[in-house]
């Protein structure tokens, strides 16, 4: 046995370090809630929109039951209908071309590009037919995708962008938040990003009225009041605990994204040399790092490598979104070259605000060994 797999395991992320300074908050929280009798929606909900829109810099939040959710209601209020093509990017999460189903059009994808791993802007437009309606860029691991290009290439068209920002919160490109040169933009609270719920959430953010209108009527489904029906929507709104829950967080947020600044820049010191590929920081673009994610020579034997010396670690994602056996697997081999490339190379090492700098070493230097050793236990 290596004696290093007695030291004690660094998780991907610790949400109970992170949640243990906030205990009285969460339970005042809920106490607040219980005894308001407002579960769904409500005064809490409420206000966690406006305190969200003015923290991402919007002029809408609309609280939405998950991520996906915020999708698929957010590009039926765009107008996407059954029979509607919408173009996302061949490696995302899963979530960003199921929720085009659940919105009733057929998700088409694209390739990134491998700075970002944002939308490639000659496969977008390359994927572009008389029946697209929407594309959703997705902004991967807390950096904002290169949206120019894209905003030019669909505005030339009337095609509207619905940015999936569910690993974003905070993010900014040029100093203009995510949300704010699109139609909009969506986020999910799943506990682990970085902005958490204490189960499932979402919201999309945008500046545009319209949208944030048609978004509130959709979630409910479609009730514009006294049961009234004038849309056929769904059910997909946020309780009132929950946002008093993101509530509490959010007040932590803007500390929580230094931290995690503060963990990547302390790994880019100690990978220094390393023959790993380290997240790129472009000029103008703020990264809230969701995610450290390197790309790596041998990654699958370096991740078992760590996980032998307790340290853990994740690929985001090992199957480009196409390939999944969901679709036509077979069919889009090598179609996609840079998102077949990013998903054999891409592991996220732990960069959550709890982790410590001794971590940070300990973590550089089992990579350090297994490249400079050989790979060898």
């Excluded at 041998?298 to 679709?327: N, T």
Aim: charged share 20%; net charge neutral.
């Amino acid at each position: 046995m290596n004696a290093s797999t007695t030291e004690r395991p660094i998780p991907l992320l610790d949400l109970a370090a992170l949640h243990r300074p906030l205990t009285d908050e969460l339970r005042q929280a809920f106490d607040r809630v219980l005894a308001s009798g407002q579960f769904i929606l409500g005064a809490e909900h409420d206000a966690f929109e406006r305190e969200l829109a003015a923290a991402c810099g919007t002029k809408h939040a609309v609280g939405l039951s998950s991520g996906t959710s915020a999708i698929s209601v957010g590009l039926q209020a765009l107008g996407v209908k059954p029979g509607d093509e919408v173009i996302v990017p061949a490696f995302t999460y899963f979530a960003t071309a199921s929720a085009v189903y659940h919105s009733g059009a057929t998700p088409v994808f694209a390739d990134v590009e491998p700075t970002r791993f944002g939308l490639d802007p000659a496969s977008l437009e390359a994927a572009i037919t008389p029946r697209t309606k929407a594309v959703v860029p997705v902004h991967l691991y807390g950096l904002a995708c290169d949206l120019a290009p894209l905003v030019d290439i669909c505005s030339r068209r009337g095609i509207p962008l619905l940015e999936d920002a569910a690993q974003a919160i905070g993010a900014t490109d040029g100093g203009r938040p995510v949300g704010a040169t699109t139609a909009g933009a969506t986020l999910s609270f799943f506990p682990t990003k970085n902005l958490g719920a204490l189960g499932d959430a979402g919201a999309l953010l945008t500046d545009r009225d319209d949208v944030a209108e048609r978004t509130r009527l959709l979630r409910v489904h479609g009730d514009a009041g006294d049961y009234r029906h004038t849309a056929l929507g769904t059910n997909a709104r946020l309780d009132g605990l929950q946002a008093a829950f993101l509530r509490v967080k959010l007040r932590h947020l803007t500390g929580w994204t230094e931290a995690r600044r503060r963990n990547a820049a302390l790994y880019r010191e100690a990978l220094a040399g390393a023959p790993v590929i380290l997240p790129v920081e472009p000029a103008g673009a703020l990264h809230t790092y969701h995610q450290f994610t390197i790309r790596a020579p041998r990654r699958d034997d370096l991740q078992l490598h760590l996980k032998d010396r307790g340290i853990a670690s994740r690929v985001y994602y090992p199957i480009p979104v196409p390939a999944q056996p969901c679709f036509d697997g077979a069919a889009a081999v090598g179609k996609f070259p840079v998102s077949d490339r990013l998903a054999g190379e891409v592991l996220s090492l732990p960069i959550g605000p709890e982790l410590t700098r001794e971590s940070i070493d300990r973590i550089a230097g089992a990579i350090g060994s297994f490249y400079g050793g050989g790979g060898g236990a």
